[in-house]
């Protein structure tokens, strides 16, 4: 059963960037049938698409961030990285990271969530 | 890309029936069907209640139903339990360069 476990700093300055992986377990990243996402939460909203990754290495950014995201995979350790930079007050939130189905693109598998807070 | 939109609030009364609507444009929920919907439980991550606008995954309650028409698709939970109170989001495939965007949010109350 394919499990996902967020980890990275809790707290991040203001413009530095903020690093997150993605462990996977249960399950090949290296698969076919996923793309790999990530999601994040700010207190008290809703959910924000992020972006995510193919096995293959291509990328799928949401416009509003794509200037300061980078998402990476890593199939040698079957994790995958999230990277933001210049980070503000705005970027603090619960990231998930999650499976988004290949061909239907729902996300099935979630992460339990990390909170990342930026502050100095 | 704007987030979908959905209704702020809904509630309900046990063992009623409530429908939560998610508008986007024909870029993205009326474009395909690949609409999905996510309940949270505070604290908790987001659970896939419904796949491509109108199919369950195992396990889940067959007292959650989704339709879509047009540019809106839609969440219907029968037999309201209170249990089913939480956030609920739609999401909507929106093309090949950014793949996924969700909808606002809708609290479910269960009066």
């Known amino acids: 059963q394919l499990q996902l476990q967020e980890s990275g700093p809790g707290l991040v300055k203001p413009s530095e960037t903020l690093s997150l992986t993605c462990s996977v377990s249960?399950?090949?990243?290296?698969?076919?049938?996923?793309?790999w996402g990530w999601i994040r939460q700010p207190p008290g909203k809703g959910l924000e698409w992020i972006g995510s990754?193919?096995?293959?290495?291509?990328?799928y950014y949401n416009p509003s961030l794509k200037s300061r995201v980078t998402i990476l995979v890593d199939t040698s350790k079957n994790q995958f990285t999230l990277k933001l930079s210049s980070v503000t007050a705005a970027d603090t939130a619960v990231y998930y990271c999650?499976?988004?189905?290949?061909?239907?693109?729902?996300?099935?598998?979630w992460g339990k969530g990390t909170t990342v807070t930026v502050s100095s | 890309q704007s987030a979908l939109t959905q209704p702020a609030s809904v509630s309900g009364s046990p063992g009623q029936s409530i429908t939560i609507s998610c508008t986007g444009t024909s870029s993205d929920v009326g474009g395909y069907n690949y609409v999905s919907w996510y309940q949270q439980h505070p604290g908790k991550a987001p659970k896939l209640m419904i796949y491509d606008v109108n199919n369950r995954p195992s396990g889940v309650s067959h007292r959650f139903s989704g339709s879509k028409s047009g540019n809106t698709a839609s969440l219907t939970i029968s037999g309201l339990q209170a249990e089913d109170e939480a956030d609920y989001y739609c999401?909507?495939?929106?093309?090949?360069?950014?793949?996924?965007?969700f909808g606002g949010g809708t609290k479910l109350t269960v009066l």
């Open positions: 999650a499976t988004v189905n290949e061909y239907y693109y729902y996300m099935d598998v």
């Open positions: 999401s909507s495939y929106t093309g090949s360069t950014t793949l996924v965007v």
């Open positions: 249960g399950g090949s990243i290296s698969s076919s049938n996923y793309y």
């Open positions: 990754i193919y096995y293959s290495g291509r990328t």
